[in-house]
């Protein structure tokens, strides 16, 4: 099925070339079956398409905000190319996407008078995104938590960077959307930032980062800490 809609929404296009790769893609999922080879790259006259151009457009279009299509464009290169799991450039772009799944979720999650400001150039703890909740305009940050390799991990000098930038922002409370991070690197994170910066802490954790999940419940609780007792500790789900 992989070679079906998702892949036309990406490859679909005007010019001979984006027909072509259509043609292309189905060819060699036809050759994989058969032989069991990854393939690398397959020239067709004068174009050629490679594992390299798929890793360039699906970072271009999480760039772009054209998230499907990089997701698209993903689960295209993985199943031509399994090995590419362990690439840093692919993780990058995945880390990209789940970003982008973020801040959709959080525009999502807006009530009645609310809004949200983007980040996009956002530093080690600075929040990709603030919704200004209402009533009384609470900042709560909303932070996509992944860790930059496979490994899940994220080294201390780090995280304790992170605690003391977030600490400064000026947010009530931040949500953590938990992609990759490993338990114990989103405690210290957690219980970092409540205990120098007082800032409140919610924790969502995802089953996907390639899918997005609804905000507003998870907002909700947090936004009833704020206003409420704020003796209370985070609560982590477990993964």
């Not at 004068?46 to 299509?69: H, K």
């Amino acid at each position: 099925m992989l070679a079906g809609a998702g892949v036309a929404a990406v490859f679909v296009s005007n010019n001979q070339a984006g027909s072509t790769t259509l043609v292309v893609i189905g060819g060699l999922f036809l050759l994989m079956a058969v032989s069991g080879r990854t393939i690398e790259s397959v020239r067709i006259g004068d174009w050629e398409f490679t594992m390299a151009e798929l890793r360039r457009q699906a970072a271009e279009q999480a760039r772009s905000g054209l998230t499907d299509q990089a997701q698209a464009t993903l689960s295209v290169l993985k199943k031509l190319n399994p090995q590419s799991d362990r690439d840093p450039e692919v993780h990058a772009v995945e880390m990209s996407v789940f970003e982008n799944r973020v801040l959709e979720a959080v525009e999502a999650a807006c009530s009645e008078g609310e809004h949200v400001e983007h980040h996009p150039n956002a530093d080690l703890g600075e929040p990709l995104a603030v919704l200004v909740a209402q009533p009384g305009g609470a900042r709560i940050g909303v932070f996509a938590a992944y860790a930059l390799d496979s490994s899940g991990h994220i080294q201390a000098t780090a995280s304790d960077s992170f605690v003391r930038r977030a600490k400064e922002v000026d947010c009530l409370a931040y949500l953590f959307i938990n992609g990759t991070l490993h338990q114990e690197d989103l405690e210290r994170l957690a219980e970092g930032i409540q205990r120098d910066g007082g800032q409140l802490v919610g924790i969502e954790t995802w089953a996907s980062t390639a899918q997005s999940a609804p905000l507003r419940p998870a907002i909700d609780r947090l936004l009833t800490r704020v206003r409420g007792s704020q003796d209370e500790s985070v609560t982590i789900p477990r993964q």
